[in-house]
């Protein structure tokens, strides 16, 4: 298994990648330029969960009572959903890619 700049496996940096959503997924881009299975990772995880971000604040501020039952019955449970399934797979090595975001994320890879 490669290793990363940082000295880590590359599948426990991918797996970082997702930790704290697109805030470890953006980090890992400016501290792993070279490695692109972590790169790959990394920009899935700032597509993914950056766009759940942005979902997350307009169904809760824009969208005010309303957004609430958006936000908590379905953004919440599809992020940690994604949150464990992107962590577990890249942590098994793999280069999961979800339908549009890994598509992106392939592409700047």
Request: net charge neutral.
């Amino acid at each position: 298994m490669n290793k990363t700049i940082g000295g880590l496996d590359e599948n426990v940096g991918g797996a970082l990648a997702y930790a704290f959503g697109w805030i470890t997924g953006a980090a890992f881009l400016l501290l792993e330029p070279t490695n692109n299975f972590v790169r790959f990772h990394a920009w899935q995880s700032v597509i993914v969960f950056g766009g759940l971000s942005i979902a997350w604040f307009i169904a809760l501020s824009l969208l005010f009572p309303l957004g609430w039952f958006i936000a908590f019955p379905i953004i919440l449970p599809l992020s940690a959903v994604l949150w464990l399934l992107l962590m577990y797979k890249a942590y098994r090595g793999e280069r999961y890619k979800l339908p549009v975001a890994g598509d992106m994320a392939e592409q700047r890879d």
